[in-house]
């Protein structure tokens, strides 16, 4: 039987266009189910609109009671956003490294309540500032937004470096040697109780007691499947975002703080082999059941980030 001819071809149903992640590769990401982004339009060479999906039931970005989306899912989100507008249109290879310099959101809590249905999301993003170098991005500021349903989640920016992987490591291989007495994080890693900072789990804790009640030794696990999703020389940002909104749980404990909006600036990158301490270094008198706390990250006496989180307290 030959085959058929250009007359006698059937024509097949168009398939229907299936929705998937972005490649894991492009934010930074070993795992799939914690890639939050489903694609991206350029609406011109610097505006973007993005789709994505959040899950109805996270292990670690829920709320303590599991009614709402943890807030620092938006800061998440716009960091994999970051990371992937860099990689995927303006030109940075797969193999550079990023360096975080700010990152800020505000939410609408309301807008953040767990639906029956997985929670799909469009992210605008604007790249209000870019420094180019041969051809690529070596630095942007992005003004990012996220909406549900046409409602805004949150809004907020944030900027990101890039750095040559053979750059990188030249960089990292002068880092400044420790000279102190030997620090393991996990032999150090005696986490707080898990409601007194919010979570629900021990392995989720990411704080140690010192002997001061403002100040906490940052000791997550290193196997965290979500916070180390992949494996790095240094504590990654995220885990220091997670580290100060621990701390300002902790201080109004038993009480819990919700994050609802946070400013933090990173300075450098914190080691695996030294101490960080975790400071309460200012807190705004409660009003209207909110309060504004700074975190501050110390190591080698030096300060590596700061975090200003306001939120309501309860």
């Given amino acids: 039987m030959g085959l058929p001819t250009s007359q006698s071809t059937v024509e097949l ?23 939050f982004l489903t694609g991206c339009t350029a609406q011109d060479d610097l505006r973007f609109s993005l789709t994505g999906q959040w899950p109805r039931a996270h292990t670690l970005f829920t709320s303590p009671g599991g009614g709402s989306h943890d807030p620092l899912l938006t800061a998440e989100t716009f960091r994999q956003a970051g990371m992937f507008l860099a990689h995927a249109e303006l030109g940075v290879p797969l193999h550079h490294r990023f360096v975080l310099g700010n990152l800020n959101y505000t939410t609408a809590l ?21 420094t180019w170098r041969r051809g690529m991005a070596s630095w942007l500021q992005l003004e990012l937004s996220i909406r549900r349903q046409g409602n805004v989640v949150a809004h907020g920016s944030g900027s990101f470096g890039v750095i040559q992987q053979g750059v990188y490591k030249r960089l990292r291989a002068a880092r400044k040697p420790w000279s102190g007495p030997a620090f393991d994080i996990r032999a150090d890693r005696a986490p707080l109780p ?14 140690s ?50 994050p609802a909006s946070a400013s933090s600036s990173f300075r450098r990158y914190v080691e695996l082999d030294r101490p960080c301490w975790i400071d309460i270094t200012r807190v705004s008198p409660e009003s209207g059941g909110m309060m504004t706390v700074e975190v501050t ?18």
């Fill in 297 to 314: 990250g110390r190591q080698d006496d030096e300060t590596v980030f700061t975090s200003t989180i306001t939120g309501p307290v309860g």
């Fill in 194 to 207: 898990p409601a007194t900072v919010g979570r629900g789990s021990t392995a989720d804790v990411v704080l």
């Fill in 209 to 258: 007691a010192t002997d001061s009640p403002t100040s906490w030794l940052l000791t997550p696990r290193l196997d965290h499947p979500i916070l180390f999703d992949h494996a790095d020389d240094h504590l990654p940002g995220m885990v220091l975002l997670e580290g100060a909104r621990q701390a300002a749980s902790a201080l109004v404990a038993p009480r819990t703080m919700t």
């Fill in 110 to 130: 309301q807008n953040l309540r767990i639906a029956l249905i997985p929670t799909d999301f469009d992210l605008e993003a604007k790249c209000t500032e870019v």
């Fill in 13 to 35: 149903p168009a398939l229907p266009r299936l929705t998937t992640t972005v490649p894991r590769e492009y934010v930074h990401r070993a795992s799939f189910a914690e890639v």
